[in-house]
Every structure is written in structure tokens, then in C-alpha cells.
């Protein structure tokens, strides 16, 4: 599904990821672990064409997607949902989901599935965007890139800044989606929340891959464990 | 004062159309035209030469507003190309400079091969009375087109799937990338549309009063001035603004004089600036 080769990116000529390598097969879900400033967010915005890359390439379903602008990676079926969000606050919840599945009318299907996975947002349809709590900004942001019914879900740091509660709601729709067969690719600092949902797992260190197994093995590595697990 | 009032109403629903086109471009690219006025005034000029040249009003007046869209077009694939390439406060600058270049050329241009002429539409038919007060054909034509104009405007951006992409840039340009919009490409569509609504104001006023080739900069204060008052990107602002500054004008004109009524609309528009610095209904600040 998605194939990243010795990509290296950064700002104003220095680099800030150093020849990452990595792979997402279809129906997986990865997770890319790491702390703050381990450059999670500088590998997805240029992942996603937001950063221009400086060497390696990105293959998504086969073709090279390398320096493609985000606008058009929409269309070939990843979607991508930053920390930042990028909402509309002035427009509604209902047109922010409309917007989702631009250059197409939203079909009725995909709304369903949209609205049964996040309720909160049926409830809130009519209110704008900007006015919602953290939380359900949140939904609101993954549930208008699913209205793209994306092949590929790619979410960078889905909790920051949800208490611990709506964290773990935040994973539990995770889980339906990757019931439902969804390919996930998800950046996160919450460590065991991540693991505990994922199939396999990368750990990003100071913009390098450092580490990476099955969620398993992850999880009963001695260096995960100390540095994110918060066991010694 | 029922006179002034709707003369008021009349001027402002083509103040309206005239903010619209400028607060678009703003909003959407950051960009402000001072050459909006020529655009106008440019517009006028096809009409009347097509008009010269024995072609009957509609289909000049259709022409003049292919015309308007033509600038639009025009405007982005050329002198705002390297605009585009800047950001934030760099770009409204050089927007302004550029534009402002564009402007006296045109200007001097159309003062020295068409001095003193001027677009006077004439719409027959007898004065109504509305009111009590009888109004011209022509003032009632002209705000039958704005109207439509605005409501076709509201309508679009409001309801359809195209607005809708419209008004995502303008509140985030970054998420409207995220879902697969290119901002570019509405940028080009909305000064096309400036272009036109230009026109539609060259147009409009001519039904009224004579729109003269040296009108531009007056068109291009009188669009800003409604824009700040609106608030930037939002088109129902430049319409209420539109029609609350017409009417102002109109009275300070009937009243006070007509020498004095720019200079009131900048009162009117410096009161709303203190008391709602992002207009009437902003969106950027």
C-alpha cells in the first residue's frame, strides 16, 4: 500500500529526518512511535506533500507519489489528518464533512458510516465547527478525511490534547475502522494506547528509524519499555 | 428623505457588487486590487465602443461583462504571478503596487485615447411610482440586476459544492489542500468573477449616471471603503455594508452636499472600524 524509502526532509536546508525507511501493507494498521521532536510530524507532512522532501522516494499503491502537492494525494485515496486539525470554524459540522468528499457530493453511504462511528457528530451537525470541544473537533477532523473513503488513513498524533478518557474513545473508533479492514498509519506519543491497537510499529528517534517489530515485540522490548512504557 | 432613501438602496446594491468582487479576491488570495476600478471602467468601454459600432445595448452589455471575466483571467496569469509567490503581508503589498501600476497606466491610457467619453445607458419606459417617489426605469432595472446578482452570489456560495470549496480557502487554506482542493485554481476562478461583477457594476451604474473613463479610482475607494465596513471575505457583509453606506451617501449628498459625501462614508467607515475592527462580518482579521 504504502512504500517510503530513504526519505529525508526538513526545514530551510536542514534536515530534520535522516533516510527513513518503512512500509504499510494493506489492512494494516502502523503506528510511528517516538517523543516530542523526534520529527514525526516533519515524516508525515512530507508523506503527505505538505514538505518538499530532499532525497528517497514515496510509493503509494504503486506509484511514485514523491513531491506530489497534498490537493492531489487526496484524490489517489490517502487521507491525512494532521494535529493541527486544519478545520473550517466558521462552517458547519455538516459542511465540513461535505467538504471531506469534494471533488464528489457527499453519497449517503459513506455519511452513515461517518455518523455511526462518531454519534457525537450526528448531534451536532448544525453547529459550527470552530464553537466544538478538542475532542469532537478531533472526530470531526478524522470523520471529514474518511468522507474521502480513503484507501489509506494517516493520523498524526490523533490524542494531543484530549484527556485521557477521550483518548481512549478516540482509539476505540480506531479499532471499528480497523475492523472494518481500513489500512491505518497513525504518529503517537501515547504509547501503550497505540500498541495495544496496532499491528506493527516504527520508533522514530532524533528523525531516524531506530527500531521496528510487530506490536508485540514492541512491546516486550526492554528499550520501548523504559523509554515509553514507563517501565524499568 | 423617501427619496434619498431609496436613490440610497439603488447605489447601495451596486456597492454591494463592486465590494464583493474586491473582498473575494482578498479573502480568498490575499490580494488587493487597485486596479479594480479600471477593470470597471474597462468593461464600460467595450460596451460603449461595441455600442459605437452599431450593436444594440443587451448584447454589448453581455459582451462588456465577457469582458470584466477576461481581465479576471488576465490579472492572474500575468501581473499577479509573482504575488502569488509571496506570503502573508509581503503579498498584500506587492499586490497593492503592482495593481496600483496597472491602474495609472490604464488610467493615463484612456484619458489620452478616449478623453472625456463615457458609458450612458438609457433604459426607456416611464418613471414609477414607489412611495410616493418617482423613480427612473433605469434606477429600478439597475437594481433589479444587482439583486439578482447578489442573491445568485449568496445563493452559490451558501448552498453549492463550488462555494462551499470558495469559502474552505478563505477559512483555511491548509485544510482545503487536506481535502483535495487547489487554492490556485479558485483563486483564478474568483478574479474571473471579479472581473465580472466589475462589469456588472460598470453596467449597472450607466443605467443611472454616466460612468466615465476617468471613474476608476473613485470605484476602486468606493470599493474599499465598503469592503472595510463589511468585512473582509464575506459577502454578506459587503451587502450590508453596501446598503447602509448607499443610503448614507445618498442622504449626506441630498442633505449636506455631494462634495462632502465621500468624506462622510470614510467617517461612517472609520466608526465601524473602532467599534468592529474586522467589519461588520469579518473573517480574517
Known amino acids: ?232 | 428623505m423617501t427619496a434619498s432613501i431609496l436613490d440610497g438602496i439603488v447605489l447601495g446594491l451596486q456597492f454591494g457588487v463592486l465590494a464583493s468582487g474586491l473582498t473575494l479576491v482578498y479573502g480568498l488570495g490575499g490580494v488587493l486590487n487597485l486596479a479594480y476600478g479600471q477593470m470597471a471602467v474597462i468593461s464600460a468601454l467595450v460596451v460603449l465602443l461595441t455600442m459605437d459600432a452599431g450593436v444594440p445595448a443587451v448584447p454589448a452589455a453581455l459582451l462588456g461583462l465577457l469582458a470584466g471575466g477576461l481581465l479576471g483571467w488576465l490579472f492572474d496569469a500575468t501581473i499577479l504571478r509573482p504575488v502569488y509567490r509571496r506570503k502573508g503581508e509581503a503579498r498584500v503589498l506587492l499586490s497593492l503596487l503592482l495593481t496600483l501600476g496597472v491602474a495609472f497606466i490604464v488610467d493615463g491610457y484612456l484619458n489620452w485615447a478616449y478623453p472625456l467619453r463615457g458609458l450612458s445607458l438609457r433604459i426607456g419606459g416611464d418613471a414609477v411610482e414607489i412611495l410616493g417617489v418617482r423613480m427612473r426605469m433605469g434606477s429600478l432595472a439597475a437594481s433589479g440586476i444587482t439583486l439578482v446578482v447578489l442573491a445568485v452570489l449568496f445563493y452559490v456560495f451558501r448552498y453549492t459544492r463550488l462555494g462551499r470549496a470558495i469559502r474552505s480557502v478563505i477559512e483555511n487554506e491548509q485544510g482545503a489542500k487536506l481535502v483535495g482542493i487547489d487554492p490556485p485554481q479558485m483563486l483564478r476562478l474568483i478574479l474571473i468573477l471579479s472581473g465580472v461583477l466589475a462589469a456588472v457594476v460598470a453596467v449597472t451604474r450607466s443605467m443611472v449616471a454616466p460612468v466615465n473613463v476617468q471613474a476608476g479610482f473613485s470605484l476602486t475607494v468606493l470599493g474599499l471603503i465598503v469592503t472595510v465596513v463589511g468585512g473582509l471575505g464575506s459577502i454578506t457583509g459587503a451587502f450590508l455594508a453596501g446598503l447602509v453606506l448607499g443610503i448614507i451617501n445618498s442622504i449626506a449628498a441630498a442633505y449636506i452636499g455631494t462634495f462632502l459625501s465621500l468624506i462622510i462614508l470614510l467617517v461612517a467607515a472609520g466608526f465601524t472600524i473602532l467599534i468592529r475592527p474586522a467589519g461588520l462580518l469579518g473573517v480574517r482579521e
Open chain 1, 1 to 232: 500500500m504504502l512504500e517510503v524509502a530513504g526519505l529525508s526532509a526538513g526545514y530551510q536546508g536542514s534536515d530534520v529526518l535522516h533516510d527513513v525507511s518503512f512500509h504499510v501493507d494493506a489492512g494494516e494498521t502502523v503506528m510511528i512511535i517516538g517523543s516530542n521532536g523526534a520529527g514525526k510530524t516533519t515524516l508525515f507532512r512530507a508523506l503527505c506533500g505538505l514538505l518538499p522532501s530532499t532525497s528517497g522516494r514515496v510509493t503509494f499503491r504503486g506509484e511514485d507519489v514523491t513531491g506530489i502537492p497534498v490537493q492531489r494525494i487526496v484524490g489517489l485515496g490517502m487521507a491525512f489528518v494532521p494535529a493541527e486539525r486544519y478545520l473550517f470554524p466558521r462552517m458547519t459540522v455538516q459542511e465540513n464533512l461535505a467538504l471531506g468528499a469534494y471533488p464528489e457530493l457527499p453519497d449517503r453511504e459513506t455519511s452513515t458510516m461517518v455518523l455511526d462511528l462518531f454519534p457525537r457528530l450526528e448531534e451536532r451537525r448544525r453547529q459550527r465547527a470552530g464553537t466544538m470541544s478538542g475532542g469532537e473537533q478531533q472526530m470531526l477532523a478524522v470523520g471529514r478525511a474518511l468522507m474521502s473513503r480513503p484507501r489509506l488513513l494517516v493520523l498524526d498524533e490523533p490524542t494531543t490534547g484530549l484527556a485521557p478518557k477521550l483518548a481512549r474513545e478516540a482509539y476505540q473508533a480506531l479499532e471499528v475502522l480497523r475492523g472494518g479492514g481500513m489500512t491505518i498509519l497513525v504518529a503517537e506519543q501515547q504509547v501503550p494506547l497505540a500498541l495495544a491497537i496496532s499491528d506493527r510499529g516504527y520508533v522514530l528517534e532524533n528523525g531516524a528509524i531506530t527500531l521496528d517489530g510487530t506490536s508485540e515485540e514492541l512491546t516486550a522490548d526492554p528499550r520501548v519499555r523504559s523509554a515509553y512504557l514507563g517501565v524499568t
